[in-house]
C-alpha cells in the first residue's frame, strides 16, 4: 500500500532543459510534502518542500508545484545541469507525523 | 560541521550473527531518526528518538531489532539474530527540531549484507 508514488523509475533529460518529476499520493490527510535528491553512497539531502496551503515553492532552479484536488506534485528543475544527475525521492507527512517516502525517481542529465 | 557519522559504512555478516549500527548525530541535534532503505519498500523509518527518548517505534519490524540512544551524540541500531532479509541500506538522520517534518540530515549509509 504505497502511499506516495514515483511511478518514472527514470528520466533522462538533456542538459539546459528542464527536468520534470512527477509524484502521486493517495492519503488526503498529507499536509506538507518534501523532495530529496541522494547521490551514489550518500544520504539523501533536502532540497525543497510545499505546505498544502499553497500550490508552489521556488528557489533558485528548483520549484515545487502541488496539485490537491489531483493528489499530484511536481519537482521543476530548470536549467538541468550534470550535477543534478541523481535520484529524487518525493516525501510527504501528515500533520507532523512520520515522513512518508516513495521509492525515487534517477535523473540522467545528457550532456 | 562534520555531519552525521555512520559506522561501519558497510557489513557483511553471517545469518544468525549480532549486528550494530552506530550512529553520530550532528552536534546539538535533539531529534534522532533510523531508517531502512531496500528494493521492495523503499526508505522506511523504523524509529524517531527526541532528546534521547524513543518517540515513535512503530517501524521496528520486530523484536530482533532494538535501538538505543545513551546519550545526545551516540546511537545504536541492534539486530540479533540477523536474517538475509535485513539486507538492506541502514541510515540514520538528525533535525535540530522537534517532530518529523524540521529538515532532517542525513548520514551516508550503512550497506548490510546478510548471507
Known amino acids: 500500500d504505497q502511499q506516495v508514488k514515483q511511478n518514472s523509475p527514470s528520466l533522462s533529460v538533456q542538459e539546459g532543459r528542464i527536468s520534470i518529476l512527477n509524484c502521486d499520493y493517495t492519503n488526503s490527510m498529507f499536509d506538507y510534502f518534501l523532495w530529496y535528491k541522494k547521490y551514489p553512497a550518500e544520504g539523501p539531502t533536502f532540497l525543497i518542500s510545499?505546505?498544502?496551503?499553497?500550490d508552489k515553492n521556488e528557489d533558485g532552479r528548483f520549484t515545487v508545484f502541488l496539485n490537491k484536488s489531483a493528489k499530484h506534485l511536481s519537482l521543476h528543475i530548470v536549467p538541468s545541469q550534470p550535477g543534478d544527475s541523481a535520484v529524487y525521492f518525493c516525501?510527504?507527512?501528515?500533520?507532523?507525523?512520520?515522513?512518508?517516502f516513495g521509492k525515487g525517481t534517477r535523473l540522467h542529465i545528457l550532456p | 560541521d562534520a555531519g552525521v557519522i555512520q559506522s561501519p559504512r558497510h557489513e557483511v555478516t553471517e545469518m544468525g550473527q549480532e549486528v550494530t549500527l552506530r550512529c553520530k548525530p550532528i552536534?546539538?541535534?535533539?531529534?534522532l531518526f533510523w531508517y531502512r532503505q531496500t528494493m521492495m519498500r523503499g526508505l522506511e523509518l523504523l524509529i524517531y528518538?527526541?532528546?534521547?527518548?524513543?518517540?515513535?517505534d512503530s517501524g521496528m519490524p520486530e523484536d530482533r531489532f532494538s535501538a538505543k540512544m545513551p546519550n545526545a551524540s551516540f546511537s545504536t541500531l541492534k539486530i540479533q539474530p540477523s536474517e538475509p532479509r535485513d539486507s538492506a541500506v541502514y541510515f540514520c538522520?538528525?533535525?535540530?527540531?522537534?517532530?518529523?517534518?524540521?529538515?532532517?540530515?542525513f548520514g551516508p549509509g550503512t550497506r548490510l549484507t546478510v548471507l
Open positions: 516525501a510527504a507527512s501528515a500533520w507532523d507525523d512520520k515522513i512518508i
Open positions: 528518538f527526541n532528546n534521547n527518548v524513543p518517540i515513535d
Open positions: 552536534s546539538g541535534h535533539n531529534s
Open positions: 510545499i505546505s498544502s496551503i499553497k
Open positions: 538522520a538528525s533535525s535540530s527540531g522537534q517532530g518529523y517534518t524540521d529538515t532532517q540530515y
